[in-house]
């Protein structure tokens, strides 16, 4: 499983989202990968990229959701091939929130195409823009995506965990949506079928007349949150300094004083 070629890139990312690494005794243990029944066409293309025994099985069960779902399970159990994707990155037992991305060379946007297969969306919202999220419980994926990105497309996004779940929900809209959809679903890459249509869908979509653009967002620098501070309870005199609104200023020194933003180096 070289990374650097884009199926295996890709598959990789999608086993570290989707896959779970089971040990037994001994060396015993199993890699099984459960998903909808309608995507079983991606778990024959991983069982054709392995060099290893397989197998794939189905059933039925109810769930939140469906009082029938109609699932597919990938199980491999070769003690190599669960040695080699334990190196590059897909550790054994519970690993939601400790998935990072690989270190070594890999094939960047196929690897993320997998992610997000397997734990994010591809589609249009109910106002009918272009969207492309993810769901994660680990903050160093979701880091990453926001700077692959925020480089690819320039939109910036801050991480912050759901209170109820402790998950990230990232999303991006309109054009930033539409670059990267095309970006990651490209002709004749390994995907799902049903969210690779689905980005070939956000390729026609134009913002409508009349739309407002909004604005790049402006970060607070350090040295604009000392100067804040400096000021204390004078936030006209800040905005006017600052170059920003005064609701901006008193928002930003709410947050540094109760904590829910991290004071500037030495305060």
């Not at 070289?2 to 999608?14: I, K, S, V």
């Not at 009918?128 to 993810?134: I, R, Y």
């Not at 809209?173 to 990651?184: D, I, V």
Request: net charge positive.
């Amino acid at each position: 499983m070289d990374l650097r070629n884009p199926q295996y890139a890709y598959m990789f990312g999608f086993l570290q989202a989707d896959g779970h690494l089971a040990a037994g005794t001994g060396q015993k243990g199993r890699l099984t990968v459960e998903i909808s029944a309608r995507d079983v066409g991606i778990l024959r293309e991983f069982q054709r990229l392995t060099p290893y025994s397989s197998n794939i099985t189905g059933r039925t069960r109810a769930t939140n959701f469906s009082a029938s779902h109609h699932s597919v399970s990938w199980n491999l159990c070769a003690l190599e091939a669960r040695t080699r994707l334990a190196e590059l990155g897909l550790p054994y037992g519970r690993k939601s929130s400790v998935i990072k991305p690989p270190r070594g060379a890999f094939s960047r946007r196929d690897y993320l195409r997998g992610v997000i297969d397997a734990d994010g969306s591809v589609g249009f919202t109910g106002n009918g823009l272009p969207f492309v999220s993810l769901t994660t419980a680990s903050t160093a994926i979701g880091a990453y995506l926001c700077f692959y990105v925020r480089k690819l497309t320039g939109a910036e996004r801050s991480m912050r965990r759901n209170a109820r779940d402790g998950i990230y929900n990232l999303i991006y809209t309109k054009e930033a949506a539409r670059e990267l959809a095309a970006h990651l679903y490209y002709p004749g890459c390994l995907a799902l079928d049903r969210k690779r249509d689905a980005a070939a869908s956000l390729r026609s979509w134009s913002r409508p007349v009349g739309m407002r653009v909004a604005p790049d967002r402006r970060r607070w620098t350090e040295s604009e949150d000392r100067m804040l501070l400096a000021w204390g309870d004078d936030v006209t005199a800040a905005a006017k300094r600052l170059g920003r609104t005064e609701k901006s200023c008193a928002i930003r020194l709410w947050r540094l004083r109760t904590g829910r933003t991290p004071p500037p180096s030495g305060i």
